[in-house]
């Protein structure tokens, strides 16, 4: 983690508490119409229309998901943000994935669902969290860093518990039940890559700029309101329709 000087540190904050009240307001009617890990109605229609072995349309689904899944995307942002090496990135996102991937095959294999406000407010919570480790919180505040690791592993989990809380609500047919969900669980995979393939080039050249570190603080506060607000959002249906 990288450990931003003082002399810049407040102008940075100052700087990104106007950007980030700017994102809030032009973005918070937009958010306030979406739900993390949603199906869209038209998805959600097909899924419950179709039976028997259908790879390619779940393989569709399942990376249409991950790509358009804003909450996945910025957890991930978070993950790689100072991931240097390849050798990194894919041990951290095999973690995630693992993860992911353990909770929505087994969720949706056993019937396990809970409360998608209750589990997208903690999802919100994994972006606050990789924000304020990416900003060297946990050393400033308690002296000690997370295993991150760890993190990424056990907020995967919570990621993919999400997504098979959704899933259930649509009931998909028993019949090739087990291959439908191989393969959805494959197209997430991919759009996994995609999104990330799209992150790391973009940061690839961000990284060579002489303004990265101070910009990076900025961008780091941005994505932790941002999680926050998810969270409460999240916090707000769960009082409002529960």
Not at 11 to 32: E, M, P, V
Not at 128 to 133: E, F, I, R
Request: aromatic residues 16%.
């Amino acid at each position: 983690m990288t450990i931003f000087s003082k002399k810049w540190a407040g102008f940075a904050q100052t700087k990104l508490f106007l950007i980030g009240c700017a994102l809030l307001i032009t973005t918070g009617l937009g958010i306030s119409n979406a739900v993390a890990h949603n199906v869209t109605p038209g998805d959600a229609g097909y899924i419950q229309e179709i039976w028997g072995v259908q790879l390619i349309p779940f393989t569709y689904l399942g990376a249409k998901h991950m790509v358009t899944g804003y909450d996945h995307i910025l957890f991930l942002f978070g993950v790689v943000f100072f991931l240097y090496r390849m050798k990194q990135v894919a041990i951290y996102v095999s973690l995630f994935a693992l993860g992911h991937s353990t909770t929505m095959l087994l969720g949706v294999w056993f019937g396990w669902g809970l409360n998608a406000y209750i589990i997208d407010a903690i999802i919100g919570l994994s972006v606050v969290y990789k924000a304020l480790d990416n900003l060297g919180a946990y050393q400033r505040w308690f002296g000690f860093q997370p295993n991150t690791k760890v993190a990424t592993l056990i907020f995967g989990l919570f990621h993919g518990t999400g997504l098979a809380t959704k899933i259930l609500d649509y009931k998909i047919a028993d019949d090739g039940l087990l291959p439908n969900l191989l393969a959805f669980n494959f197209g997430v995979e991919l759009g996994q890559v995609t999104a990330l393939a799209i992150i790391l080039i973009a940061m690839s050249y961000w990284r060579k700029t002489e303004k990265f570190y101070q910009q990076a603080y900025s961008v780091n506060v941005v994505m932790m309101s941002l999680g926050f607000m998810l969270i409460g959002y999240h916090l707000t249906g769960l009082s409002l329709f529960a």
